[in-house]
C-alpha cells in the first residue's frame, strides 16, 4: 500500500479510512481563517489509476452526481478539486464506522439487535428511496440505482445517523454508460438475481440488497450464501425462499419479499419497502438513534 501524503491540496491528510478495488478515502482536516478545522473525508483514486483518463472521470462523474443529493441517509458531497495531478473529492466525515467493521468477521463477527438492525435498513430504505425517486429540473427522473449496498458502504455515526455512501457505481439508466470490463459492479454476495445475470437493473436490485443486509446483521449470516462466489451467484439465481430461522415473522415477511427471484415481486417502490420498516420500527423499543449511538460507541472500527 502507498505512503500517504501529507498534505493533498488544501488539506492535511490525517490517516487513511478505506481503501476499495478503485478508490480510497482519508481522513484529512480543512483549515480556515482564524484557527477554523475541520474534518472532512477525501475521495482519490489509488495511487496506480491516477492519470487514468478512464477512471478519473468514473470519480468525477460520481462527484458531479451525488452534489446532486440533500437528504439526510446520505454522505455528502461539496467539493471536487486537482492538486498536483491527484483529483480529490471532500465528502462528509462520518465519526463512527462502516457497517462491516462494525459487526466483524470470523468468530468475532457480532449479530446486531433486532432494533438496531432495523434502524439501520430504515436509514438504508430513505436512502434509496430519495436516489430512486430523484428527478432533474425538468421532472425526469433519472433512474437512479445505487447497485452497491452492501455493510461497507452503509457508515454510522456516534451520535447514531446511519448514511449509505460511494455512488461510483450508480448508475443513471436514463443515461449511457460505458465502463472498463472486469471493473466489478457491486459485491457479489449481496447482488440481485438479475444483477448476477447481467440484467436490466431498477430500484428493486437495491431493495434486494436492503434483504440480505437485513438479514446478515439479525442472524449473521447471508439469506444466499454458498461455499464461493460460483455456488454463492448460483444460489441468488435460483433465489430459493430463505428460511431465516430464528427471525421474527413480521420481519422475516419484510426480508423475504425483498429477495423474491423476479424484481416485479418484490416492493413496487423503495418508499413503500421505508414504510414497512418505520412500521417495524415503531412496534419495536430500542430502535431509535439513542439505541443506534449506544451499540456503536466503544466499538474499534477503521473511521
Excluded at 15 to 34: F, S
Excluded at 140 to 165: E, F, M, Q
Excluded at 237 to 247: C, F, K, N, Q, W
Amino acid at each position: 500500500m502507498s505512503e500517504l501524503p501529507r498534505q493533498i491540496g488544501p488539506f492535511r491528510v490525517v490517516r487513511r479510512l478505506g481503501v476499495g478495488g478503485v478508490g480510497e478515502v482519508l481522513l484529512a482536516v480543512a483549515h480556515g481563517a482564524g484557527g477554523f478545522e475541520k474534518r472532512v473525508a477525501l475521495k482519490v483514486l489509488r495511487e496506480e489509476l491516477r492519470g487514468d483518463a478512464e477512471y478519473e472521470r468514473l470519480l468525477l462523474d460520481e462527484a458531479k452526481m451525488a452534489a446532486r443529493f440533500d437528504h439526510p441517509n446520505l454522505v455528502g458531497v461539496h467539493d471536487v478539486g486537482l492538486s498536483n495531478g491527484v483529483y480529490w473529492v471532500r465528502m462528509d466525515w462520518v465519526d463512527g464506522g462502516d457497517l462491516g467493521a462494525l459487526m466483524g468477521s470470523g468468530e468475532e463477527r457480532a449479530v446486531v439487535p433486532e432494533g438496531v438492525a432495523l434502524a439501520v435498513a430504515h436509514g438504508v430504505s430513505e436512502a434509496l428511496a430519495y436516489l430512486h425517486g430523484l428527478k432533474d429540473e425538468a421532472g425526469r427522473s433519472y433512474g437512479l440505482v445505487h447497485r452497491d449496498v452492501s455493510p461497507t458502504n452503509v457508515l454510522i455515526g456516534k451520535n447514531g445517523a446511519v448514511r449509505l455512501g460511494d455512488f461510483g457505481l450508480a448508475k443513471a439508466t436514463r443515461h449511457r454508460e460505458d465502463t472498463r470490463a472486469g471493473v466489478r459492479k457491486g459485491k457479489y454476495a449481496y447482488m440481485s438475481p438479475e444483477q448476477v445475470r447481467g440484467g436490466v437493473l431498477g430500484g428493486a436490485s437495491d431493495q434486494w440488497a436492503v434483504g440480505v443486509l437485513l438479514a446478515e446483521m439479525i442472524t449473521g449470516q447471508r439469506p444466499f450464501d454458498g461455499d464461493g462466489p460460483l455456488e454463492t451467484m448460483e444460489r441468488i439465481r435460483e433465489a430459493a425462499e430463505p428460511a431465516l430461522e430464528g427471525m421474527a415473522e413480521d420481519v422475516a415477511a419484510v426480508v423475504k419479499r425483498c429477495v423474491k427471484r423476479e424484481a416485479g415481486e418484490r416492493y413496487g417502490k423503495t418508499e413503500v419497502l421505508s414504510a414497512a420498516l418505520g412500521a417495524l420500527r415503531a412496534r419495536r423499543a430500542g430502535s431509535d438513534g439513542r439505541a443506534v449511538a449506544e451499540w456503536v460507541g466503544g466499538k474499534a472500527t477503521g473511521w
